[in-house]
């Protein structure tokens, strides 16, 4: 029989608070589940010499004129490529490599992507339905 070590927190642990810093060191808790809340940026989650998995929820202050920033970088690589500001809740995804961490999925509060994608099948089947010449016929 194969023994696998846990490398990460058992079940749906208790969130751990974090206020944004330039530095949020995650590996400090033994939980998965993670909330950042306040203003200003996040350049690293900290240094992990091994693979882990945070799952993030950001709490900037509400109004929309305070942001929490993720700012891209070797350490934090963020999807697309470029800083991310966060100016209302958000939840986000993050894996670190033993290197860096990488962003694998962020969505803001009453976003999806499915929301996305429907709307745009919607858009194609209207297009389908009345043909290029939009008469229908």
């Known amino acids: ?6 490398n990460c927190a058992l079940g749906d642990s208790e ?10 060191d995650l590996s400090t ?3 998965n589940n993670i909330v950042i809340t306040g203003v200003g940026s996040i ?3 900290g240094d992990v010499t091994q693979l882990i ?7 900037p202050p509400s109004g929309g004129s305070t942001t ?7 350490v934090l690589n963020l999807l697309g490529k470029h800083d991310r500001t966060i100016a209302e809740t958000g ?5 670190c490599d ?3 961490w990488i962003e694998f999925y962020f969505t803001l509060e009453g976003t999806t992507a499915f929301a996305d994608l429907e709307q745009r099948v919607r858009a194609l089947e209207e297009k389908l339905k009345f043909g290029s010449s939009g008469t229908g016929k």
């Open 43 to 45: 350049s690293s989650f």
């Open 53 to 59: 998995t945070k799952r993030i929820k950001f709490v």
């Open 1 to 6: 029989m194969t023994v696998v070590p846990w």
């Open 98 to 100: 033993g290197t860096r």
């Open 29 to 31: 808790v033994d939980t």
């Open 68 to 74: 929490i920033t993720l700012v891209n970088s070797s």
């Open 91 to 95: 939840w986000g995804l993050y894996i």
């Open 15 to 24: 969130p751990a608070p974090f206020a944004v810093a330039a530095t949020v």
